[in-house]
């Protein structure tokens, strides 16, 4: 007995201890064994959309057109950052993106083309997060390998400016050699990445920098121009695309919410589904994301006219008055004071005003794109609507289009602008433009196809990079920040009744008091407001990265 | 030479049988069963081989009690135990041998159990004789141990007299022919002599105490036991009495305070989510420090445990430890269980009901002040002030404005002017309760315990339910077999923790979020007498109501046997197969809700789609250890033990989550009635993991005459968690010396002490407990996310690549200790010093690598961090007549530094967890310069570059240190210029420190245990820490008045910047991290306080019991500290940067204890 036991523990001893260390994860894949089948492929690059949320519809905010409260960018008062995300993440994804491109590369599957589809999907993300870097910062190191921690890679010098775009621009032109057309997606597919949307970017990039350089008498201008008009008219071309229609006069307006999704105007949308993924637009319009007086008035008269020179424009002195006559993307985009709508929280119709039920009431002015009407969004949890962000719309290649052939030409011929400009005009119902209503009219191209890029795509984020490419920043950004007439109109003296009480702030001395000398609300005077133009161009690296690689060399100014 | 053998055995039997019919429980009669297995006695079995030449009998003794389970008990003053004997024994019975030798004297002897009493026969033949004395009588009584048990073989002596007796195997005595005026001794080994004056009583029971050196206690060490005065390393002991007769509902609790160098601190006042935490003597690293917890020699968990199945917990601080290796770089902490006693059955039932108070709410100011303070920051900013007529109203408490508020942003909302405080309305009074019943008793071979525990936590919410409640079973068993050969213990337990509460105690809807941000004009209530939504603001107590409910349960079941097998009578086989089985299930839902406004309409909803998310998850650890111990005495005085052995220990676990949406109802959440119709509304996920451990270990004890003992351990582990080329890379050796210096002539010359021992030890052990995976070393690609793509949008998931690194290993931290510890004036004030060095020289630091690298890089071992430190614990205790007391306190401190990182030296301002060269959790930040207080000092002052533009008078400046004309927060090496950033101190809690005081007159006790922390600096950040943080933030009550105005030039804070108004950027200036927010949160805590009584003896007699013993109790009643802000924050509080806590409570109880 005695002997059993002993041999008994003994040989649970030796099973305990002979038994391998040998563990393996139970519920992920080890890299060893992934990247077998273009499935695998594609479950990797379906990571990479995540990216896509880095583009922010707010980033207007930064700019003179948009406000909601003290923007430091806006207002020129940042500082700079230990860290900051818009640095760290790009890289993060441009990671995952050279994983992928270098597995794709040793892969035994190689000539699989959906291995190479994926690969170039790859590429478009990697140009993608290099474009959110360079877009700030300029150039910046170029990563090309996931690399290993103890690589020497890690501390890289920046890429110079050229280096970065061009790297940019090579990985969108060889990612759109292998992406299928947008036609030949399978449903399950839609919303992927698409020739077209590797075109329409670098048709963007190439704008961007071939504008910047020209207006910094840099070389390389054409080079770039170029390139933007070629890429937009490979997408112009290739017949995938065209502006939404389907809701008629109200295309525009409806575009942007839950039935402009998947349109033939889409070319890459951050995408949202009800609880899938949700997304808060609709509620940061309600908190309030809101136009300032200097957007409001870019919109032109019916007639094709600016305010200042139109006949048809009513002046501020009622409070629907300056949306009269006017172009409608200007109440498609803002709604006018009064009118009946539903709202996040309110899913029947109310009046809508300024501070009611928008909650927001520092320019005067009340939102209306991405406000939705779908009532189980509007009557749920606060990020629960399903529409998708369209972060490169068919609109854009055309505005950048037209914008490309007129710089890099100095005009513009009327069938580029029927080509272009005039479609956009054309869905809106406004008259077209043309060389002869610029010149009979005394206005100036240039500005012309500047206003219809800004009106376009107002609240969509592009104004800041418009305005550092313009490098105008320096004159449009410091100037006060201005919302709706208050002194000397209805706003200033009429009541607004709503339940029984007067709710019209604008009549109250708090308001009355910051208004200017033409009785414009004043949100934030020209001494809150700096931009200059040694150092604000570019944002500063965060000093960690530059503490850990003192290679890194700072932007000027900073 | 008589005989008189006690057999136990039978004797025990009749209790047993009479309540086996009285209770008719199974259990026993499983006991019953196994208990007939007792035949053979131990003093029959056991036969001894031992040699002494000319050795004292006090040795002999001591020889015997080494080699045998033989414990001796005589009154050396009547045995002279100092005579020299030779002595050759083979193989012969204890009986054989104490004939031997004390043949030649006039003693007798008896053998109760293991105890060997012996006595003179004079003592007993005059006993018998003596009765021509006059007015003598006789006293009888019982003595017991500090736990209740009875003690046979204690000496009673007449002091003076030759006249005693010693007490039977129940631990009761009768002593005749006792003068008045007597004073009666009791002694026993290893217990504290105590005397007690007859008078006129006839019965005198008494419990001794264990003496306060213990050389004799056995404490609990790896691998096995050790007698306390051969302890070489730095090991404390707290016993039963920290954990019974308080109203603790969770063990960690009790700990606090408990031992020197253990620190325990609460993260929350939530039932069943105190978020404990414990550490040894400081960090040791800076991932996690979590001390390896024992229970009964397998590792299990203290937040399930039932405090009062505790016998004892010994911590092992320094090399002591190292015999656990990989895990034990934070120390050990071993639990030893409460098992049944030889002797006759014991039935104790306990119970404790409290009242649990809030002690620190925080403290929004009221809405006069709230207007106050906005008005002044309106005056700041320059807008237009504040209409007076607010103040009237808000003093007036007048009806709300139906559509006006005053507060910006809310101007088109209600306007209040009442003043509610939602802390008060939301937290009231909790109530919590214990019930604990145990059985437990024994026969010569067997021994049995079981106990049944109930507490029951509740919340303090005034709405909706919250509470915890934690059921224990335990049955400990112990038999011997194979004449006395084989002896098994075996531990089985069951933990059931069930916590239920509203859905809104943390996630989405966090009531504590909300009502952190809930300003006290906003009423309870609305017009309907409905909860409702003013504005944006959500409604604490709706959510609380309305948000759904979640019930978890945590069942622990945990077996482990125990088996000694003695090979030979020097050699012993022990092996021990624990299996922890840990099931945790939960259930939560979320309900949908109406947001109805002021007047009572309906204006949206919350959780629009409800949902019930199920979660369970499976633990199952085992763990299988042998060893092999051998022990041999050699040339009588040297001492020799050697123990080697391996072990196995594998973990799996395995969760499944699911989640339904949609319910039909709102009331019922089973899966079945979610919407199945979309696969939205579908989601389900699991996780699955396994690791495992193979040790091999050893120990080499050697001890010379009990003077000087040496202690050489060593331990190989090999983890799954690392590379296969870095698993087995880690040997933790351990070198361990004690000198008992009370046994050195010189020493016992001075006459000063009783006890006087040096320790010194080194050590390595390591750290596996590490905040990373259990496959870090392998590229794992994780499958996550759900990113729509599709028509229709169907949510996909994506992999991702990890990055990983096959060189990491253990982080080896190294222990130096050195000792001391001291018995003076008659043992009655002892104490003990210990100084460390702990050195982690491979900490595993998350190396911070260029932004370029893509990703989270894996941790390496480049860390070098030291924690030196001290522990120091003293004691007196001492009685007078009825009346005793004792008092003990302990303080320890420790202090860290980061010696290298590998130049990863990167800080910023606020707290930096590692700088090179600094203390872990350090805050770096500005040295403040004042406040603006005129305009000839601001403009002095913008001449600084980098100072915010639009700064004013009554906003801070910071010095610049480095005199380069601006505040820049690094240097430019360019420049040879070193930023302004200086090192403002670390936040780690420092002098932390506790006293126990006891005091006891006849049957009443008191006692009080204080603790507390000496220093301890730290900033509070997030919306509470400044007045207005964002407009619509209610301030705090504590900076009304306290911010810098015209009229407050010596204001302690600058001047009111509400946020969002325009200005964030000089408000973010005025709050920089300066050592203007440094904030002490050193506290003294009255942790405990009981007052007892012990209902007299004779009426315990009357109704049959053994003792009953009744307490009033106070657990945190008192806390003195500086930074609570006035009391709105508890010093201990963890997180500390926002208002999200909830809160700690005090707790009043009563209690009784009885014993049948």
Redesign the interface.
């Known amino acids: 007995?005695?002997h059993i036991?002993?041999l008994f523990?003994?040989v649970?001893?030796l099973a305990?201890?002979t038994?391998?260390?040998?563990?393996?994860?139970?519920?992920?894949?080890?890299?060893?064994t992934?990247w077998k089948s273009a499935s695998?492929f594609k479950?990797?690059?379906?990571?990479?959309?995540?990216s896509l949320s880095q583009y922010q519809l707010t980033g207007d905010l930064e700019s003179d057109i948009a406000y909601d409260?003290?923007n430091?960018i806006s207002s020129g008062?940042y500082?700079v950052n230990?860290?900051d995300d818009h640095?760290?993440t790009p890289?993060?994804?441009?990671?995952?993106c050279?994983?992928i491109i270098t597995a794709a590369e040793n892969s035994t599957v190689t000539k699989d083309a959906d291995v190479i589809r994926f690969a170039a999907e790859a590429k478009f993300f990697r140009a993608w997060n290099y474009w959110m870097l360079f877009r700030l910062y300029g150039g910046v190191?170029i990563?090309k390998e996931?690399?290993d921690?103890n690589s020497e890679?890690?501390?890289?010098v920046r890429a110079t400016r050229k280096e970065t775009v061009d790297f940019i621009l090579q990985d969108l032109t060889a990612a759109a050699e292998n992406l299928p057309l947008k036609s030949t997606l399978s449903?399950?597919?839609?919303?992927?990445i698409t020739k077209g949307t590797a075109f329409a970017l670098k048709s963007r990039i190439a704008l961007f920098e071939g504008t910047w350089n020209k207006y910094r008498g840099s070389a390389s201008v054409n080079e770039y121009l170029d390139m933007a008009i070629e890429s937009a008219n490979n997408v112009i071309n290739s017949s995938q695309y065209s502006l939404y229609s389907g809701s008629g006069a109200d295309s525009y307006r409806y575009l942007f919410i839950e039935k402009g999704d998947?349109s033939p105007e889409s070319i890459l949308d951050d995408?949202?589904?009800?609880?899938?993924?949700g997304q808060g637009m609709a509620w940061t319009v309600l908190q309030g994301y809101l136009a300032t007086k200097k957007l409001t008035d870019m919109y032109l008269c019916n007639d094709g006219l600016p305010i200042t020179k139109s006949p048809l424009f009513k002046g501020y002195n009622t409070r629907t008055s300056e949306f009269q006559n006017r172009d409608t993307r200007m109440t498609m985009t803002l709604l006018t004071p009064g009118s009946l709508a539903e709202w996040k929280?309110?899913?029947d119709k109310i009046e809508s005003w300024p501070?009611?039920p928008q909650?927001?009431s520092n320019t005067g002015y009340i939102t209306n794109k991405y406000r939705s009407e779908d009532r189980?969004g509007?009557?749920?949890?606060q990020q629960?609507h399903?529409f998708d962000t369209h972060i490169i719309r068919y609109a854009e290649v055309l505005l950048s289009f037209a914008e490309a052939t007129f710089e890099k030409n100095g005009s513009i011929s009327d069938a580029d602008l029927n080509k272009s400009i005039n479609v956009i005009r054309n869905r809106v119902g406004m008259i077209p433009l043309s060389n002869a209503f610029v010149a009979s009219n005394g206005l100036d191209m240039k500005q012309e196809i500047r206003r219809e890029r800004t009106i376009e795509l107002a609240l969509e984020g592009y104004r800041y990079d418009d305005l550092r490419r313009w490098k105008t920043a320096e004159i449009e950004m410091p100037q006060a920040i201005r919302g709706i007439k208050i002194v000397g109109s209805q706003w200033g003296t009429d009541q607004i009744v709503?339940?029984g009480?007067d709710?019209n702030?604008y009549s109250k001395?708090?308001y009355q008091?910051s208004a200017d000398a033409n009785g414009f609300l004043i949100v934030?005077p020209t001494?809150?407001r700096?931009f200059d133009p040694a150092k604000h161009y570019l944002r500063p690296i965060?000093?960690?990265?530059i503490?850990?690689?003192?290679k890194?060399e700072q932007n000027p100014g900073w | 030479m008589k005989k008189n053998r006690t057999s136990l055995c039978r004797e025990s039997f009749i209790p047993m049988r009479k309540y086996l019919r009285i209770m008719k429980l199974t259990f026993i009669l499983i006991l019953m069963g196994l208990m007939s297995f007792a035949s053979v006695t131990y003093s029959q079995s056991t036969k001894l081989t031992f040699e002494s030449q000319n050795v004292t009998i006090e040795n002999v003794f001591k020889q015997i009690e080494a080699l045998s389970e033989y414990k001796f008990a005589y009154n050396s003053t009547k045995l002279d135990v100092d005579r020299k004997i030779s002595l050759k024994v083979e193989n012969q019975t204890i009986d054989a041998i104490l004939n031997k030798i004390l043949g030649s004297a006039n003693f007798k002897y008896q053998i109760v159990d293991r105890y060997i009493i012996i006595t003179d026969e004079d003592l007993e033949s005059s006993n018998s004789m003596g009765s021509s004395m006059q007015q003598q009588k006789n006293v009888s009584g019982k003595v017991t141990d500090s736990s209740g048990g009875s003690l046979p073989g204690v000496s009673v002596v007449v002091k003076g007299t030759t006249n005693g007796t010693i007490t039977d195997a129940d631990g009761k005595y009768t002593i005749s022919k006792i003068p008045e005026k007597a004073v009666l001794q009791f002694s026993f080994v290893g217990m504290k002599t105590q005397e007690i004056v007859v008078g006129n009583k006839t019965s005198i029971s008494i419990t001794l105490s264990e003496d306060a050196i213990g050389i004799e206690e056995v404490v609990a060490v790896g691998y096995g036991t050790k007698l306390k005065g051969e302890l070489t390393g730095a090991v404390s002991k707290a016993d039963n009495k920290m954990f019974e007769a308080r109203p603790v509902v969770n063990t960690l609790n009790a700990l606090q305070g408990g031992l020197p160098g253990v620190t325990v601190s609460r993260g929350s006042g939530r039932p069943g989510s105190e978020n404990f935490s414990m550490q040894i003597r400081g960090a040791s690293s800076i991932n996690g420090n979590s001390p390896l917890i024992l229970i009964d020699g397998i590792p299990g968990d203290l937040n399930l445990l039932n405090p009062n199945d505790i016998l004892n917990v010994t911590v092992l601080k320094d090399a002591a430890a190292s015999i656990y290796g990989a895990r034990a770089a934070d120390g050990v902490l071993l639990i030893t269980t409460k098992s049944g006693k030889e002797g006759k059955l014991t039935i104790s039932y306990s119970a404790n009901y409290g009242i649990s108070i809030p002690a620190y709410l925080a403290k929004h100011a009221s809405t006069l002040h709230q207007a106050e303070m906005f008005d002044e920051g309106l005056m700041n900013l320059g807008?237009?002030r504040l209409d007076p007529t607010v103040f009237e109203k808000i003093k007036a408490n007048a009806a709300p404005d139906?559509?006006?508020g005053w507060a910006k942003?809310l101007?088109?909302y209600p306007g209040f002017y009442g003043n509610t405080d939602w802390y008060d309305a939301i937290f009231g009074n909790g109530q919590q309760q214990s019930h604990n019943l145990s059985i437990s008793g024994g026969g010569q071979d067997h021994n049995y315990l079981f106990s049944a525990g109930y507490k029951s936590n509740g919340g303090i919410l005034n709405y909706g339910t919250d509470k915890s409640e934690l059921f224990n079973l335990r049955f400990n068993f112990g038999f011997k077999l194979?004449n006395d050969?084989?002896n098994v213990e075996t531990r089985t337990s069951f933990d059931d923790q069930a916590i239920t509460e509203p859905t809104s105690v943390d996630g989405?809807l966090n009531f504590l979020y909300s009502l952190s941000e809930m300003p006290n004009y906003v009423p309870i209530f609305n017009t309907q007498g409905q909860t409702y939504w003013y504005?944006?603001y959500g409604n604490p107590i709706q959510q609380l109501l309305e948000g759904g409910k979640r019930k978890s349960n945590h069942h622990k079941f945990q077996t482990n046997i125990k088996?000694d097998?003695k090979?030979l009578n020097d050699l012993k086989?022990v092996?021990q197969?624990g299996i922890n089985l840990g099931i945790n299930d939960a259930n939560s839902n979320t309900r949908t809700f109406n947001?109805i406004d002021w007047t009572g309409n309906i204006?949206?909803?919350?959780?629009?789609?409800n949902s019930a998310t199920y979660i369970n998850s499976k633990n199952l650890y085992g763990s299988?250890t042998?060893y092999l111990e051998y022990n041999k005495t050699l040339f009588r005085k040297h001492q020799i033990n050697l123990m080697g052995g391996?072990?196995?220990e594998?973990n799996d676990y395995?969760d499944q989550n699911i989640t339904g949406?949609n319910f039909t109802s709102n009331d019922l959440f089973t899966l079945n009635l979610a919407d199945k119709t979309?696969t939205?509304?579908m989601n389900y996920s699991?996780?699955?993991?396994?690791?495992?451990?193979?040790s091999?270990f050893g120990r080499l004890s050697y001890s010379y005459d009990r003077r000087f003992m040496l202690d050489i351990t060593t331990r190989v582990d090999?983890?799954?968690k690392f590379a296969?080329k870095k698993?087995w890379s880690a040997l933790f050796p351990a070198v361990s010396a004690s000198w008992n210096l009370s046994k050195e002539k010189f020493i016992q010359s001075l006459n000063v002490f009783d006890m006087l021992k040096l320790r010194a030890s080194w050590g390595q052990s390591g750290n596996q407990n590490l905040s990373f995976g259990?496959?870090d070393y392998?590229?794992?690609?994780?499958?996550s996310?759900?990113?729509?793509?599709?028509?229709p949008?169907?949510?996909?998931?994506?992999?991702?690549?990890s990055?990983a690194?096959e060189s990491r290993t253990w982080e080896t931290i190294q222990t130096t200790n050195a000792g001391i510890d001291f018995a003076v004036l008659g043992s009655r004030l002892t104490g003990s010093f210990d100084y460390f060095i702990k050195q982690n020289n491979n900490m595993l630091v998350s190396?911070?690598?260029?932004?370029?690298?893509?990703?989270t890089?894996?941790t390496?071992n480049h860390g070098k961090l030291e924690t030196k430190g001290w522990d120091f614990s003293i004691g007196w205790s001492d009685s007078k007549g009825d009346f005793k007391y004792a008092i003990s306190a302990m303080i320890s401190d420790n202090k860290s530094k980061l010696l290298d990182l590998k130049g990863?030296d990167?800080y910023?301002?606020g707290l930096v967890s590692t700088r090179k060269g600094y203390p872990l959790n350090s805050y770096f930040g500005y040295e403040s310069d004042g406040i603006i207080k005129n305009s000839e000092e601001l403009a002095a002052y913008k001449e600084l570059g980098?100072v915010?533009?639009?700064i004013g008078v009554g906003d801070v400046k910071y010095k610049d240190l480095d005199g380069d004309g601006k505040i820049t927060?690094?240097g430019n090496?360019a420049t040879g210029t070193k930023g302004d950033m200086k090192y403002l101190g670390d936040r780690n809690p420092r002098y932390t420190y506790s006293s126990n005081i006891n005091l006891k007159y006849k049957n009443f006790e008191l006692s009080i245990l204080l603790q507390g922390v000496g220093r301890r600096n730290d900033v509070r950040t997030g919306t509470v820490s400044r007045p207005l943080a964002a407009v619509w933030n209610p301030p705090l009550e504590w900076f009304y008045g306290k911010t810098w105005t015209v009229d407050r030039p010596n204001a302690e804070y600058p001047r009111i910047i509400p946020g969002?108004m325009?200005?964030?950027?000089v408000q973010a200036w005025d709050y920089k991290y300066s050592d203007r927010r440094i904030i002490s949160v050193a506290y003294m805590r009255v942790k405990s306080l009981i007052l007892a009584y012990n209902i007299p003896q004779s009426f315990c007699n009357q109704l049959k019991m053994q003792s009953i013993r009744v307490y009033a109790s106070g657990q945190d009643l008192f806390t003195i500290s500086k930074g609570t802000w006035g009391n709105s924050f508890d010093p201990e509080e963890e997180r500390i940067d926002n208002q999200q806590t909830y809160p700690f409570t005090k707790v009043i109880s009563f209690g009784i204890d009885v014993k049948f």
């Open positions: 007995m005695k036991f002993t523990t003994i649970l001893l305990g201890c038994k391998k260390l040998d563990l393996y994860p139970l519920d992920s894949i080890s890299q060893a992934f695998e479950l990797a690059a379906n990571n990479l959309y995540n409260v003290d430091a008062t500082v230990e860290t640095w760290n890289y993060y994804y441009i990671r995952r050279n994983t190191p990563i996931a690399l921690i890679v890690l501390y890289s449903t399950a597919d839609v919303g992927r998947d995408r949202y589904e009800v609880n899938v993924r929280l309110f899913p501070f009611f909650r927001n189980y509007n009557t749920t949890q629960e399903g709503v339940s009480i709710k702030p001395a708090t008091n934030e001494q809150g700096n965060p000093t960690k990265e503490l850990i690689n003192s890194l | 807008e237009p139906l559509n006006k942003y101007e088109n194979f050969r084989l989405d504005q944006n088996a097998l090979i086989l092996t197969v947001l204006f949206g909803q919350r959780n629009g789609t299988y042998a391996a072990s196995h594998q395995q949406y979309k939205a509304f699991g996780s699955a993991s396994d690791w495992a451990l193979n091999y090999g983890s799954s296969p698993r259990n496959y392998i590229p794992l690609i994780t499958i996310g759900n990113y729509p793509l599709g028509s949008n169907v949510g996909l998931p994506g992999a991702v690549a990055i690194s190396v911070t690598l260029p932004a370029t690298l893509g990703g890089s894996p390496q990863n990167n910023w301002e980098n915010p533009v639009n927060a690094f090496p969002y325009g200005l964030d950027n």
